[in-house]
């Protein structure tokens, strides 16, 4: 079993930055790919970024892109959510999931184990 463990959430204001790290288990961490998603109250969960086992490859949401940077540190186990110039539109719940598979995949069906959540709110 796969444990996702997500932190760094809170509560900022328009134009500021945070960064969301989850530690996974698991000593086969460096062949996941791994995703972030996001959950607004009413709304569906939508992908943000995922990325490739080795780090090469990333992909984003078009809200996202250029504003939100997906990294990975296979030494450590985490991988991590930079946002920059947050938006009120960012505020969500935020998901760490796991993809036992060979390729990243923004679908969040794909997707095997998922972590509890962190919380980001954006005031204006």
């Known amino acids: 079993q796969v444990h996702a463990v997500e932190s760094g959430g809170g509560l900022v204001q328009v134009g500021d930055s945070l960064r969301l790290s989850c530690v996974v288990s698991?000593?086969?961490?460096?062949?996941?790919?791994l995703g972030w998603f996001r959950q607004a109250p009413g709304k569906e969960r939508e992908f943000v970024a995922a990325?490739?086992?080795?780090?090469?490859?990333?992909y984003y949401a078009d809200s996202v892109k250029g504003r939100f940077t997906i990294s990975r540190d296979n030494a450590k186990n985490t991988v991590y959510l930079q946002m920059n110039a947050l938006k009120p539109g960012d505020t969500a719940v935020y998901y760490c999931?796991?993809?036992?598979?060979?390729?990243?995949?923004?679908?969040?069906?794909?997707?095997?184990?998922w972590g509890q959540g962190t919380q980001v709110t954006v005031s204006s």
């Open positions: 999931a796991v993809d036992q598979d060979t390729i990243a995949t923004t679908e969040a069906s794909e997707y095997d184990f």
């Open positions: 698991g000593r086969a961490f460096s062949s996941y790919q």
């Open positions: 990325i490739s086992w080795h780090g090469v490859r990333t």
